[in-house]
């Protein structure tokens, strides 16, 4: 069949290939090809997933203690930054201040996501605290 843009495209036969006629042998040979196998199904193998076990109260120790670390280090160093994890946030916070001063010039988060995170964290619970 010709298609729309100019190229051929092949059909699918009229009929299916038992009622088109018999098997005619190929010239020279006595007998049909032989019936191909009927196939078998797809194998389906076993997925194995690894059992991947996770420490948490071990990283949060081993976490605590590199800040304590860090925070060491920036004191010897003579600057101004200090670290420390929210709990709320589950995260560090790098906080840099004036040393002279004790006035926080930076921190990371900001202090707003901070209070943000603390709000969220207390009004947990209160809008929906019943299970259905």
Do not use: C, W, Y
């Amino acid at each position: 069949m010709l298609d729309i843009q100019g190229g051929f495209r092949p059909t699918a036969p009229s009929a299916p290939l038992a009622q088109q006629g018999p098997v005619v042998p190929m010239p020279g040979t006595t007998q049909s090809a032989p019936a191909a196998p009927a196939p078998a199904g797809p194998k389906v193998m076993e997925i194995v997933r690894p059992d991947i076990k996770v420490d948490t109260e071990g990283d949060a120790k081993r976490l605590q203690v590199a800040v304590e670390r860090m925070n060491a280090k920036m004191v010897d160093g003579g600057r101004g930054l200090n670290f420390h994890i929210d709990p709320a946030l589950n995260q560090p916070v790098v906080t840099v201040t004036n040393k002279e001063t004790g006035e926080v010039i930076r921190q990371i988060p900001n202090e707003v996501i901070v209070q943000l995170a603390h709000s969220m964290e207390d009004t947990k619970g209160l809008l929906l605290n019943a299970k259905v």
